[in-house]
């Protein structure tokens, strides 16, 4: 007597499992990128805010007493709302998106005015930052950036002195040898996770 088996094969279910976790693995990277872009446009936008709100905010900054080149403003730019309303304080600093930190610098030079220390960054993050046009001068003050240097006052001495050497982490607009965007091969080499990153305004 035939007897009709019905159902599926362990070779036909191995396949299948076989494919499906394929797709899995496929849709996972792709979610996974699109959060990644989603976080890095959030915090690019928190850049831009946070630098146009302080820039209004710091034009009335009084640093007469203070000692030295760079003064920590944050405080000042919180007491003056001068920060994006997603963003939290704490610590003498703000806590955008992923937990990214920002802290704002008044200049006493006449060339710089400003600066924002951004820190917390991925990888990721910081490669899109580093490779999209922040403007210029003449646009919107924008006057330079650099990533993963030791100290915020690398890129301001790098900016109000004329001798200083530009170090390959420093993008400045208009500079062909260390321009901004930067490119995304030295973008790449510079950025690791954790990375912080400086932007000086006008």
């Not at 709100?53 to 730019?77: F, P, Q």
């Not at 610098?105 to 600066?115: A, E, N, P, W």
């Not at 490779?131 to 790098?158: A, C, P, Q, Y």
């Not at 040898?177 to 000086?200: E, I, N, Y």
Request: glycine fraction near 10%.
């Amino acid at each position: 007597m035939k007897i009709n088996e019905k159902g599926r094969s362990m070779i036909e279910m191995l396949g299948v499992l076989a494919v499906i976790g394929v797709l899995s693995v496929g849709g996972y990277d792709l979610v996974s990128k699109a959060n990644n872009n989603r976080k890095a446009t959030a915090v690019i936008d928190e850049i831009g805010t946070l630098a146009a709100k302080s820039r209004t905010i710091m034009r009335d900054y009084d640093a007469s007493t203070a000692t030295g080149n760079l003064v920590d403003a944050t405080s000042y730019v919180h007491d003056g709302r001068g920060y994006p309303d997603s963003m939290e304080y704490s610590s003498g600093k703000f806590i955008g998106t992923d937990e990214v930190e920002y802290k704002v610098y008044y200049s006493k030079s006449d060339q710089v005015l400003f600066m924002l220390e951004v820190s917390n960054l991925s990888n990721d993050m910081c490669i899109q930052i580093a490779t999209i046009g922040w403007g210029s001068r003449s646009t919107n003050g924008f006057l330079g950036m650099d990533v993963d240097v030791s100290t915020i006052e690398t890129l301001h001495n790098t900016l109000t002195n004329t001798d200083a050497t530009i170090s390959n982490n420093t993008g400045i607009p208009g500079n062909t040898s260390h321009p901004v965007p930067m490119g995304v091969g030295r973008a790449t080499d510079l950025c690791k996770d954790d990375v912080t990153m400086h932007f000086a305004f006008r």
